[in-house]
């Protein structure tokens, strides 16, 4: 799994580790995709609700989700959510929101395709 604690801005090189979904899962196991399922139907509310201390400037509220979401999807293996929810933490600690929509856009992008790429692969067993 790519690291994700540094507030370093690399891209990651894909939206989805493979590894650490099917560790998180144990190898896909039913009972444990009914957590990634979970996390799947919440990330969305979080998003929205990171739009909403973008909105209202809370630099405090914007470090606080994202790492949040940071976490949670550096745990499925979502790297690339992961990755610019890094990005936004770290810019919300030190209070520089210019660039908060447009990490937030990505991830949001990052997470719509990760999610495509598992569905498709759950859908074959």
């Known amino acids: 799994m790519k690291k994700t604690d540094s507030c370093d801005s690399e891209d990651p ?6 590894t650490q979904f099917e560790a998180i899962t144990c190898s896909l196991l ?8 979970e996390f799947e139907r919440e990330l969305p509310q ?7 201390a973008i909105a209202d400037a809370s630099s405090q509220k ?4 994202a790492h949040q979401i940071k976490g949670s999807a550096a745990n499925f293996g979502f790297v690339g959510t992961s990755q610019k929810m890094n990005e936004l933490e770290c810019e919300a600690q ?12 990505a991830a ?8 495509l790429e598992v ?7």
């Open 119 to 125: 569905n498709r692969r759950l859908q074959g067993i």
């Open 46 to 52: 979080l998003l929205k609700d990171l739009r909403a």
């Open 30 to 37: 039913p009972e444990f995709i009914t957590v990634y399922r």
């Open 94 to 105: 030190k209070k520089l929101l210019q660039h908060a929509e447009k990490h937030l856009i």
């Open 13 to 18: 090189r894909n939206n989805l580790d493979w």
């Open 62 to 65: 914007v470090a606080s989700l």
């Open 108 to 115: 949001q992008e990052a997470f719509e395709q990760a999610r």
